[in-house]
């Protein structure tokens, strides 16, 4: 299958580049180096070091005699997005390349705006370069869980069967997104709904929850394949960044009650999600959503976890319920369906306390690489 | 009360400037005189003659003896709007600056990008500049019934009471719109309620039907006052675009079988809708959806009854059933609730034949300022 990923150089996309290209497909990526930039724009880094797009492709090319292709260029840039699309003739196009922080997209009016038209621009562009170019390819978007907020009711695989007034309606599911970020995910599935139903584009709509664990077997082969491990206040994420602060010694810092309950993702079925949907593309003119997550927590849960196997490993870590700095409700109702890839095949890796020991061993031994200052989340939703 | 108009030189916004400054309230207007240029750029015009803004604000100075202060510029430039929102210190912004044209949204790739970001930017610098400038002022945004689609329920007023495995909640009332502007539309609602959400704005989010009729009774005071009056295939509208086609002898030309059924509103309406909203502002954090619409009627039922008082008139009209350009159900439920302005005391103008009429009147009386080649709907959603 001829694979494009867009966002290829990021923490999602760059293990499902090689898993794709280590199960024989012929991948390409798309990337602006945009995460490298925002790394240096907000004094980030990874806490595992990692080699560049170039070193990288080289270190596969090496190891396991695949090619992979890039192409460096912005989705914003039609005239680049439309020769990539026609060029290169995909089969699916997978589409990871939007600024994907709730965080980023709060810090000012500049970063929402920029946030907003970045990602509906970008995805407007691949949507007219595939009705353009490769009418027939399938469309496997990276959406968010967050789409969806916090409803009191059961979160559906994208639709909602609605009875009133003693009429039925199969529908959209509803939305409530909780930042600039996330609605402009809910943007991006307006726009795709809208596009396979007048063009007759296929579509996946992967509603993906928190990613947690950083290396895949690919990525594990070579230290120039390893993948990025965020732990800071703008791009880290829930499990990751409480094994860097365990790991350092930092308390694990709780937005307020910690009754927040999200889906979880393991980076390893976050790749094998990629390929099912792939593999089995939406009919013409169809926008499926799946819900890609595999474990509900909560984020006092994950913390709790955290603590104990830090504790085996003579971490010694405490928890602390720092205000939240979202506007978010911190107890809820939360019940989300996710067997939609589970039907097409998936075997969960399901959070051992093996993967947190691995997260906090990695940590460990870079941890000189922590830049102390970036841990805090001070990004203010208010 | 102090009322800033954003999109005051428009076919909705300047009518309504002129209504609230007869009412006495302190009108400014913001513009970035897009409309005009649209116009310039699809070879149309407006059937009745307008003066320009300028012309139009010493007009009503002389004539009412009230000032309408102007404020030319775009509100995608955040140094702008902030600063008329600081300046002017509004009780109520009115929105209606947007690109507001489906067609004109769906002409090429360009056209939705554009209106996309036009409207989401404008809407968004708008929330930021209330939150830093304004924070007690109250939103009314103008949003489109064409948000909703047509569901086979019932259409509620912005929000759905859902039951569903044993558990309820009160939901965004699913969206579904028909092109890339009333997709627009549906990100700026989603955008409003999350800034009400965290920031407590205050808005009401005014989902708006067809617009028909042209004058008020302020623009009827002077030709210089005069609203415009869209025909083409762009900016026109079914009832109004309709008696133009009867006036000059073309066929009413009904997309597909004509069963597209809409809510519909006189202008005169419009603009005491508006003043309505405004003297009864939406609490802090609140976020009201108002279907801002009198009655539903089928294109079909349009075209009819204009054939119908046009032959009173001695004008010989066919109705022809053109191939749809877009895409739509054009035979389908439709019912959609508009109680809530009028428990706020809208008494609604209910079309009658001498508006018809008195459209077909003022049709003949320009009609040799008609571009005939502007008349066909030529956008093709595919």
Redesign the interface.
Known sequence: MRILILGGDGFCGWPTALYLSEQGHEVAIVDNLARRAWDIELGANSLVPIATLNERIVAWQELAGKAITVHVGDLQD?AFTGQVVRDFAPDTIVHYAEQRSAPYSMID?QH??FT??NN??GT??VL?AMKEFAPDSHLVKLGTMGEYGT????IEEGY?E????G???K??????????YH?SK??DS??I??AC???GIRSTDLHQGVVYNVQTAETKRDARLSNRYDYDGVFGTALNRFCSQAATGHPLTVHGAGGQTRGFIDIRDTVRCIELAALNPAERGELRVYNQFTEQWSVQQLAERVQAVAGTMGLETTIDHVKNPR?EREEH?YNAKHTKLLDLGLQPHLLTDETVRDLLTMAVEHRDRIVLDTIPAKVN??
């Open positions: 039609y009016r929402a705006v907003q038209v509906v621009v407007l562009n007219y409803p009191n009711i059961d909602l609605v009875e009133h007034n009429r039925r309606d529908m959209v599911y509803p939305k409530l997104p909780g930042s600039f609605a809910v943007h307006t726009n709904e809208f139903r007048i063009w506007v109702y939703w208010r």
